[in-house]
């Protein structure tokens, strides 16, 4: 697709010439991310983080791919070759530490991401495909993270993979075969290890394969935007090149400040020094607790501490366990049906008075205490606070979305991305000769609230 | 719309078993039934805040002190090395500690390391080389005396931690001892600096212990102090090195994001309407 202005591909030398007959590769590039592609004017910051999210991919794959040529998927060495790597590899401390804080930093950009979908409802309709690649793309992340976790075979490595995979014990019948059947044993170990180095090293490419559908998915309907008023004319776009390469670049040189400072720096604040102690099945640690992205919905699984039960007959529906397992995996899937839940027609949360209040007040800081409370041990009074949030988290997706979406009264938009950025209009003003300059005065803009076909 | 009232269902429904089953029953007896018991030796542990002064590596520019991480080697090798392994540290790598060939080839044959013999399959020992390990520690008491390597690392805040648990030994007071019914278990030793205050390893440090080479005060202080170091080099060799590369790595990033923000404001100089 393409808006009917986007600046056609011209070869211009005879290489180039050739290349687009025979396989028109430069040209894909330049109406993927060059300047063939019109992007609204208006994106701010938010808008970064698709692109660092595509740059964290790259540089995991390729820290990652280079440390595998020096690691060892043996239980009996697996930790010892991590401390070869660390020790005796050139470089090698450098590649490790990027990719263990890499991990971090594609979590911290994806979260963004995801969070200005949130806000700026960026799943409606015609982005919704978009969206779904999207979940799928970040559940694979959480599956290939957990795994390469595991990799070093230290003792939050071994018993993370033990809490985790015993997740898959709740479930009621099937449960333990399943479980052993994942690890290839009753515990974790050598069989384990090497499945998940090798799916490890997997998944990333078919991260990569979703990535490229996402962006596919994407360039249907183009780019959203601020306002959520979607792009009419010529003078609402820019092409994504140089204009959203430059501040591309921009954005990316100050994320790498911050990942290198973190590589450099302080390496190992965001992992856990048991996991320099080397996996022993006979020890297990006083606090179990997986990487800092996990947290939230570590938090939502630890929530549920009693089983649903027939009250004054003892009879146990489902226990508590599988109730955490339910509620965690299903505070991820519920995304999926978000673009279904969330029928407001206006679509930028600076627009809707109400929801923005929910989301800055319900949404974030039960997002926080989640966090929070799922690196905190499992005491009083973590658990309750814990308790509260996940309450909130269902209840603001499941239901303050479908009922505010309906009883909300969203403010005017404006008439255009250009009259977003400059006030005013000139192509407003004819079809829409009462409404004067930029303060729109229509109190139900029913108008400019469809996407322009 | 009905996705939507699916949707509202099943959050009703999921808070309504969280909340009554999880919630409510949690909250009664956090209010009303007693808190759990605390271990009486959780009234003993004190946080320490390693030595005065730091280590001549902490911060973004630290860098290691080679005579005291020397003297930390020595001291491993006269008091730790006795219970304690090394095993991710080769000879080779002393070199990094300001030993000459000649020297890390003579400590390293000051060792013996055993091995198995291919001729007979018997246990053999040989003088070590520089390319050996040292070598694994047989600790016939009780207790498995962790390996030293990477003890910084598998502790929080472990260059201190170590230093504070080599002063932390005493006697527990006896008078709140009496009162909370504390006891050191047989064959444990109290620490108020480890985690539940009862460790297995006897104090190993004393004024004087060991006789540095160098003639360096040798209290019970600055051998802790060194052996600390020493142990924080063995667990990251490369932190030094880690941290001017970053320095360079971060000069390098400053200057390029200027250039790109730089280019940022100037391609988007036109498009951009001016301040309101």
């Known amino acids: ?453 | 719309m009905t996705i939507r009232l699916g949707g509202i269902i099943a959050g009703l429904a999921i808070t309504a078993v969280l909340l009554l089953w999880s919630l409510l029953p949690g909250a009664y007896s956090y209010a009303f039934d007693p808190a759990p018991e605390q271990q009486p030796s959780a009234a003993f542990y004190e946080h320490g805040h390693g030595p005065e002064g730091g280590f001549a590596f902490d911060g973004a520019f630290g860098k290691w002190d080679m005579a005291q991480l020397q003297r930390g080697y020595q001291v491993y090798k006269e008091v730790c090395k006795a219970c304690h392994s090394l095993k991710y540290v080769a000879f080779r790598d002393l070199k990094q500690l300001g030993y000459t060939e000649a020297e890390v080839q003579a400590e390293a044959a000051s060792w013996t390391i055993p091995f198995k013999d291919p001729t007979t399959g018997e246990m053999a020992e040989a003088p070590g080389k520089p390319t050996d390990y040292f070598p694994p520690v047989y600790y016939a008491g009780q207790g498995h005396p962790p390996d030293l390597s990477l003890i910084t690392k598998a502790r929080h805040d472990g260059s201190n931690y170590v230093y504070d648990l080599m002063l932390g030994y005493g006697e527990p007071d006896p008078a709140k001892a009496a009162k909370v019914g504390f006891e050191v278990p047989d064959g444990l030793y109290f620490n108020k600096h480890f985690p539940n205050v009862n460790i297995a390893m006897p104090a190993p440090l004393s004024d004087g212990q060991v006789t540095y080479a160098d003639g360096s005060p040798n209290t019970t202080k600055d051998m802790a102090k060194d052996v600390a170091a020493f142990l924080t080099w063995t667990a990251e060799p490369k932190l030094v090195e880690r941290r001017q590369t970053g320095w360079f790595v971060l000069g390098f990033l400053l200057f390029a994001t200027t250039l790109a923000f730089l280019s940022y404001k100037q391609i988007w100089a036109g498009v951009k309407p001016k301040k309101k």
């Open chain 1, 1 to 453: 697709m393409s808006f009917a202005w986007a600046k056609q591909y011209e070869p211009q030398t005879a290489l180039t010439k050739w290349l687009d007959e025979k396989l028109p590769l430069p040209r894909l590039v330049y109406n993927a991310v060059g300047a063939g592609y019109p992007v609204p004017r208006n994106l701010n910051y938010m808008w970064n983080f698709g692109v660092l999210a595509g740059f964290f991919l790259v540089v995991q794959i390729v820290t990652g791919v280079v440390l595998a040529m020096h690691y060892a998927a043996n239980g009996l060495v697996a930790f010892a070759t991590v401390e070869h790597i660390m020790r005796d590899v050139n470089y090698g401390w450098m590649l490790r530490y990027a990719h263990a804080n890499g991990a971090s930093f594609f979590f911290i950009v994806i979260y963004m991401h995801i969070f200005r979908g949130f806000f700026y409802s960026s799943y409606k309709a015609p982005r919704e495909m978009i969206w779904l690649l999207g979940v799928v793309i970040f559940l694979l992340m959480m599956a290939t993270a957990f795994m390469g976790y595991v990799l070093p075979w230290g003792q939050m490595s071994f018993w993370g993979a033990q809490v985790i995979t015993g997740l898959f014990g709740a479930i009621p019948l099937i449960g333990e075969p399943i479980q052993v059947w994942i690890l290839g044993g009753y515990a974790p170990d050598n069989a384990a290890l090497n499945r998940f180095f090798s799916l490890h090293f997997l998944l990333p490419f078919v991260i990569a394969g979703v990535v490229i559908l996402h962006i596919w998915a994407l360039h249907i309907p183009g780019s959203s935007n601020p306002t959520g008023v979607e792009v009419k004319q010529e003078s609402d776009t820019v092409p994504f090149h140089p204009y959203y390469t430059a501040k591309d670049g921009f954005g990316l040189g100050v994320v790498l400040i911050l990942f290198t400072s973190l590589v450099f720096f302080a390496p190992n604040v965001l992992g856990h020094p048991d996991n320099y102690i080397e996996a022993n099945p006979l020890s297990t640690p006083a606090h179990i607790v997986p990487e800092w992205y996990f947290w939230p919905f570590y938090a939502i699984l630890r929530a549920f501490t009693g089983d649903l039960t027939i009250p004054f007959t003892g009879i146990t529906l489902i226990p508590a366990k599988l109730l955490g397992v339910i509620a965690m995996f299903g505070s991820i899937l519920l995304w999926f049906i978000l673009p279904w839940l969330d029928k407001s027609p206006v679509r930028s949360g600076h627009y809707r008075p109400l929801f923005r209040k929910f989301f800055w007040f319900g949404l974030i800081p039960a997002m926080a205490v989640l966090f929070y409370c799922g690196g905190a041990p499992a005491e009083q009074p973590y658990v309750l606070i814990s308790q509260i949030a996940t309450a909130y988290y269902f209840l603001h997706f499941l239901v303050i979305l479908p009922i505010i979406s309906q009883i909300e009264v969203p403010k005017p938009l404006p008439f255009s991305i250009t009259e977003a950025v400059l006030g005013k209009d000139k192509a407003a003003e004819a079809p829409r000769a009462g409404s004067v300059g930029g303060g729109d005065t229509g109190t139900a803009p029913e108008g400019s609230l469809q996407p322009a076909e």
